[in-house]
DNA sequence: CAAACCCCGGCTTT
DNA sequence: AAAGCCGGGGTTTGTA
């Protein structure tokens, strides 16, 4: 692994670890990403960072502790551990959390009693089952994990045969303890194909006790990391028939999760789901291939009873532990409410209640939580808007996070509501969601609805199914809620841009959205009368902001979405690419000839004409407003034109413009 | 709108 | 396990 790699985890963890302490209820960022990061990046620190010995091993156990009060009844329900296990992996774990706490009181009490306690802590290690070969290959490995200088190759290589000659006998032994498991992992690390499958073999029978161990996982993980793929499936089939089990488990669940997302095919995915549905689809694994839920659904009204059950126990059973972030737990969320009736979705609502945030991140939780909007009732989507109005701003940028917010916007029926809730978290942030490539999206659609232009023909559909979804519980027609909304907004919309118009015109993106702000009727008309006295301070704003020397190069012109603005205000209507011709805006006052006009005044004169012609950004704002202005037979610029006429760029290949420009001036006359 | 372009994830290769 | 290729998508751009 490069160094590189070893840095950023490292970055990465110790962020990570800040966070805890703090940031509990902060944790709306992505948790399922964090789930594999977290596990990847605390085991690679033991081998990578020169200095972490302690700080990894202590956060590590801190966080054992942090979580042991969430303790559940999974650990009975775990088989009883298989009796030779129990005993063994009890009193270890005791062990280990003693040690941490004796570890961090002895640091405050002072060096003397620490140094008895190490001696103790030795002693009882010793008493352990194959204790003296746990402290020798300790040995070895101490000198094997060593990264600063690197250890020689071929040092490395015998070490690491002998610590394999010692500990292969007892490798199962070793791998439930917090730090054997780690020579272990760094045995794995070092080791060639045959020697890992060495390990997967000798492991053997264990996958299930070695997924629910603290420390184990880590090791599981790493297997499953450079293991190759008959390796895994090896894991996988051994962990089948335990899915169901291993998510209610406070380490299992990781690993599980971990599976789906960094190392299952598609085709041992969808067999994971497959077990949520219940006993019958895990044990018959193969009769069942290739079948979807739809298909045993519709042949049988109890199947999709059991099913049901099945994945809403999973699922709740999961959402109560705090991993609704999971992504394979939104994606038996999606198959579940592919199947639920009415009923089935009022019920899990409730037992989302206030979790709603922590799905919107992947495209299979953003799917269900639109899912959800769409087919819930008025007051359901009351308590889902007031949960997810805590994260607007992550909800709206994110990729997945702002569909569900167009769908959100589209089915509300109670659009005061709707701005109540979202309004004022949006209020100061609009300026930079408009430049934002999602986050601009929810708000193009109360502009233009679903235009093909912002929402590709995958994600309109999709959306256009929640529209569908939505009938039964939605009352108004549909376009009405949309004006409201408009109605709303448009205020908004018309602030943030005279407030921060400079920054906004900076970003294509930002550019473009004012651009379907200002040529746009519906928009106008949900003007009052002072504000659409704003509108026209705003115009009179931009047309300002292109004063100056256009041959510096800094000015404004000079970005590529600017003369395609200009443009749209100069023709003050919008271009329809079908038929070809420019659809004139009925109501909007103050752009098309009146823009012209103005712009050929305050920011082009004859004094400059010449250099906006023969500058290759700018010359198409030139033929703009020559068709604008001649059209209307207004002849100040034709005339100046004329004394220039000379001295236009022909020659030149790329400025296209200078030459329509001469090109339509002949055709006129 | 359509053509050009660029970026990314998955796959194959050594 | 890293490097390179390929295809598909989304975005940019060209200018009607």
Not at 221 to 230: D, E, P
Not at 634 to 662: C, M
């Amino acid at each position: 692994m490069a160094p590189i790699t070893a840095k950023k985890n490292g970055k990465k963890h110790a962020l990570k670890l800040k966070d805890t302490k703090g940031a509990k209820k902060a944790k709306v960022e992505v948790k399922s990403s964090s789930s594999s990061d977290e596990i990847a990046s605390s085991s690679d620190e033991d081998d990578d960072v020169e200095s972490g010995v302690l700080d990894g091993e202590e956060s590590e156990e801190e966080d054992e502790l942090d979580e042991v009060s969430e303790e559940d009844e999974l650990d009975q329900e775990s088989d009883e551990e298989q009796a030779e296990q129990k005993e063994e992996s009890g009193s270890d774990d005791n062990e280990n959390e003693e040690g941490s706490s004796d570890e961090k009181k002895a640091g405050k009490e002072g060096p003397g009693q620490h140094a008895e306690q190490r001696k103790l802590l030795k002693e009882r290690k010793m008493q352990r089952k194959s204790g003296a070969e746990v402290q020798q290959i300790k040995s070895l490995w101490e000198r094997l994990r060593v990264n600063n200088p690197p250890v020689p190759k071929p040092v490395r290589e015998k070490l690491s045969n002998e610590v394999w000659e010692l500990s292969k006998d007892c490798i199962s032994d070793l791998v439930m303890k917090h730090d054997a498991s780690r020579v272990v992992q760094t045995l794995v690390k070092y080791s060639s194909k045959e020697r890992r499958e060495q390990v997967i073999n000798a492991l053997k029978g264990k996958y299930y006790v070695l997924a629910t161990s603290s420390y184990g996982k880590y090791l599981l993980v790493k297997l499953l990391h450079y293991g190759t793929k008959q390796s895994r499936q090896v894991i996988i089939d051994e962990l089948h028939g335990s899915l169901r089990k291993l998510m209610r488990h406070r380490e299992g669940a990781y690993v599980v999760e971990d599976l789906y997302v960094l190392y299952a095919s598609q085709e041992q995915r969808q067999q994971m789901l497959r077990e949520f549905w219940g006993a019958e689809y895990a044990v018959f694994r193969d009769a069942h291939k290739d079948l979807t839920l739809e298909q045993v659904c519709e042949s049988s009204a109890e199947k999709k009873n059991i099913i049901c059950k099945n994945l809403i126990g999973t699922i709740s059973a999961s959402v109560d532990k705090g991993s609704t972030g999971f992504q394979i737990l939104h994606a038996a969320m999606g198959e579940y409410v592919k199947i639920a009736g009415d009923k089935e979705i009022s019920e899990f609502i409730e037992v989302l209640e206030d979790k709603f945030a922590e799905l919107v991140h992947t495209p299979e939780g953003a799917e269900v939580c639109c899912t959800l909007i769409a087919r819930a009732t008025a007051k359901e989507r009351k308590t889902i808007i007031k949960n997810l109005k805590d994260h607007a701003d992550n909800l709206i940028r994110n990729e997945h996070g702002n569909t569900v917010f167009v769908t959100a916007l589209m089915c509300v029926d109670d659009t005061v509501m709707m701005f109540k809730s979202f309004g004022p978290a949006i209020k100061d942030r609009l300026q930079s969601i408009v430049v934002d490539k999602f986050g601009r999206r929810p708000f193009l659609y109360i502009l233009l609805g679903l235009d093909g232009k912002y929402f590709s023909p995958v994600v309109k559909t999709e959306l256009q199914k929640y529209i569908k979804l939505s009938e039964n519980t939605s009352k108004k027609p549909f376009e009405q809620r949309r004006k409201e909304l408009l109605n709303k907004f448009a205020p908004m919309y018309l602030s943030t841009i005279a407030k921060y118009y400079d920054l906004i015109l900076e970003e294509n993106l930002g550019c473009q959205f004012i651009s379907e702000v200002l040529v746009n009727d519906e928009f106008y008309e949900q003007l009052g009368e002072q504000d659409k006295a704003r509108f026209q301070e705003v115009i009179d704003t931009i047309i300002a902001y292109f004063k100056g020397d256009i041959t510096d190069e800094k000015h404004p012109i000079h970005r590529p979405y600017s003369v395609r603005l200009l443009k749209s205000l100069i023709q003050g209507g919008k271009w329809n690419a079908k038929e070809k011709k420019l659809e004139p805006l009925r109501s909007v006052q103050g752009l098309g000839h009146d823009f012209a006009q103005k712009f050929y005044e305050d920011i082009i004169d004859e004094t400059n004409l010449l250099d906006w012609i023969n500058n290759v950004d700018s010359s198409f704002t030139v033929v703009a407003l020559y068709e604008s202005l001649s059209k209307a037979g207004d002849k100040k610029l034709t005339k100046d034109l004329k004394k220039v006429a000379k001295k236009i760029d022909q020659e030149s290949n790329n400025n296209k413009g200078a030459r329509l420009l001469v090109k339509l001036m002949n055709e006129k006359a």
